[in-house]
Every structure is written in C-alpha cells, then in structure tokens.
C-alpha cells in the first residue's frame, strides 16, 4: 500500500505515514490481509472525509510489523467526533444502517482465525485499531 493511495482520499495537504515489514512468505492467506486493510483504511478514510474542522490534521497512520512469528497491524485515524457503541460494539455513522457497518466484524472474524487480539482505542480524538495476529 503506497502513501500516495492514503493520501488521494484523505487530504492532498496531509502527511500519510505507511511503515510495512512483512516477509514475502509469510503464512497468512493474502485475501484475509487484504480484508483487515480494506476495511480498516476505508474506515479512517471515511472517517477523515467527515472531519469539517480544516484545522485538523487528516493524518491516517499505518504500521504493519511481522516479528517472532505474529503480524502486528496499526491503523490510527482522527475521529470527526464521538464513536457510536450500541451493546459495547461499533457502529456504523452512516444513514444506510442495514447495508453498512460489516467492517469491523470481518476484520474481527478473520483476528479469529489466526488466534490473535483485537484492540480498539479512541482516546484525545484519535481512533487507534491494533491487530496482533499468530502466523505459523
């Protein structure tokens, strides 16, 4: 994933970081990488797209590190105001409820099968989602 592709969908001003070490064969079904950041970069995008505040930076960060066998994954977004939580989960801010809001659940399905964890912070306007995945 190239800065550049962030950036067109962000704001042409704003910084877009991307760190990846990943080895070429690593044990880890490429669809499966491909849905964590497929949803996870469409979600600080869409995100970063809400902002109305020209003030703040629309900085989409992402790291993705393979060390001692497990894949850690960082994608940290500003928030254009408060998460919705509906029985301690995400939601999706879109009007289109019924058609949206799968994102977070497949990236969760896929944590799953690689027996890893899952963590979501939003803390001083920033949503930070961290992924620590087992690789065989």
Excluded: W
């Excluded at 930076?57 to 928030?79: E, R």
């Excluded at 896929?110 to 979501?120: P, Q, T």
């Amino acid at each position: 994933i190239k800065a550049p592709t962030i950036k067109a969908y962000t704001d042409a001003t704003a910084p877009a970081s991307v760190g990846v070490n990943i080895p070429n064969n690593i044990n880890l079904e490429p669809v499966d990488l491909c849905i964590i950041l497929g949803n996870a970069l469409d979600n600080a995008i869409e995100e970063c797209q809400r902002i109305e505040d020209t003030l703040l930076k629309k900085d989409i960060i992402l790291k993705i590190i393979y060390k001692n066998n497990q894949l850690f994954i960082s994608v940290s977004n500003p928030m254009s105001g408060e998460p919705i939580k509906k029985d301690g989960r995400f939601v999706t801010k879109k009007t289109d409820a019924k058609n949206h809001g799968f994102g977070l659940r497949n990236i969760e399905s896929i944590v799953l099968k690689y027996d890893g964890i899952l963590d979501i912070m939003t803390e001083n306007n920033i949503f930070k989602l961290n992924i620590a995945l087992k690789i065989k």
